[in-house]
């Protein structure tokens, strides 16, 4: 088998842009969290896509905080970033930022980790191209989700099955 060539978190970075409209907003004018979430999902599966060049799934999400309010017409922002690959997975961090469209003024909204697996054409899962950080900032964020991962092993291999 022929070895994947390494890639750079930036390479597969993604950033999107939404409107929050009223129909995606609760009775107080807030954004609904399921809405955040698939639009979380959703830019963080083309960040996956992008790096592994295959169909990616979403296995899991972890460490969702949401942290400041969107409105009804907030400008949001949602940038996804592959932070770790393992053999068939990869960990990408996702940032939802709410902009105000008037003035410019950004805030964290919320933050979350997605695991995806890489499937190949048989949708099994397949080996992903290493991931090759390049600056101080993603050696952070690889280190730390390395040990997410770590963690999120143990804590499989202590939980009981049902």
């Given at each position: 088998m022929e070895a994947l060539q390494g890639k750079a978190p930036s390479e597969s970075a993604v950033e999107s842009r939404f409107l929050l409209m009223p129909h995606e907003a609760n009775?107080?004018?807030?954004?609904?969290?399921?809405?955040?979430?698939?639009?979380?999902?959703?830019?963080?599966?083309?960040?996956?896509?992008?790096?592994?060049?295959?169909?990616?799934?979403t296995a899991g999400m972890d460490s969702i905080a949401f942290k400041a309010p969107i409105r009804v017409g907030d400008h949001v922002v949602v940038k996804a970033c592959v932070n770790y690959v393992s053999r068939t997975s990869m960990e990408v961090g996702v940032k939802v930022i709410r902009e105000n469209p008037y003035t410019g003024e950004q805030v964290i909204a919320t933050s979350a980790h997605l695991t995806f697996v890489a499937l190949?054409?048989?949708?099994e899962p397949t080996p992903v191209p290493p991931l090759t950080p390049e600056t101080a900032e993603e050696q952070r964020r690889f280190a730390n989700a390395r040990?997410?991962?770590?963690?999120?092993?143990?804590?499989?291999?202590?939980?009981?099955?049902e």
């Open positions: 009775p107080y004018g807030t954004a609904f969290g399921g809405v955040i979430v698939s639009w979380m999902d959703m830019v963080a599966g083309m960040a996956a896509q992008r790096h592994c060049g295959t169909v990616a799934v190949d054409a048989q949708r040990i997410r991962a770590l963690h999120r092993k143990e804590l499989l291999k202590k939980m009981r099955p």
